[in-house]
C-alpha cells in the first residue's frame, strides 16, 4: 500500500490496476480538498467514518456514514470536514494525474 500525505491529511492507495484504483482518504477536521474537475476520471465515494460537506455542481451537501457520491467526469466537487476527522473510501477509474484544481487553500491550483 501507498501512503501519500496531503495539506489536508492523507490517502491510502489500497489498489492501483490499470482498470481501477481504491484510496482510504482520511481528511482532518476543518480542512478541505481543492475545488476540483475531472476529464475523464470517474470516481465513488463512500463515507466509512464522521460527517462532511460534499459540495458538488455548486451545492452542498451534507453526508455521513453509510452515504455514498458518484462524481462523473466534468463534475466540479469539493470535500469539506468541518465537524470532524473525516475518512473516505474512494473507487475510481485509473486516471490519477486527471485533476484541474479551481480554488485550493494551500495554493496548489493549476488549470489544465
Known amino acids: 500500500m501507498k501512503k501519500v500525505m496531503k495539506p489536508w491529511g492523507w490517502e491510502q492507495w489500497f489498489a492501483q ?3 481501477y484504483v481504491g484510496k482510504i482518504i482520511f481528511i482532518r477536521k476543518k480542512h478541505r480538498l481543492s475545488k476540483q474537475v475531472h476529464r475523464v476520471k470517474h470516481e465513488t465515494i463512500y463515507t466509512d467514518r ?4 460534499l459540495e458538488i455542481r455548486g451545492r452542498k451537501r ?3 456514514p453509510g452515504s455514498v457520491a458518484v462524481i462523473p467526469p466534468g463534475t466540479v466537487h469539493r470535500f ?5 476527522d473525516v475518512r ?3 473507487v475510481s477509474t485509473p486516471q490519477v494525474t486527471d485533476v484541474i484544481r479551481l480554488e485550493d487553500d494551500y495554493g496548489r491550483t493549476r488549470r489544465g
Do not use: S
Request: hydrophobic share 35%.
Open 17 to 19: 490496476t490499470r482498470h
Open 50 to 53: 464522521g460527517r462532511w460537506v
Open 62 to 64: 451534507r453526508m455521513k
Open 80 to 84: 469539506t470536514a468541518p465537524y470532524q
Open 88 to 90: 473516505l473510501l474512494e
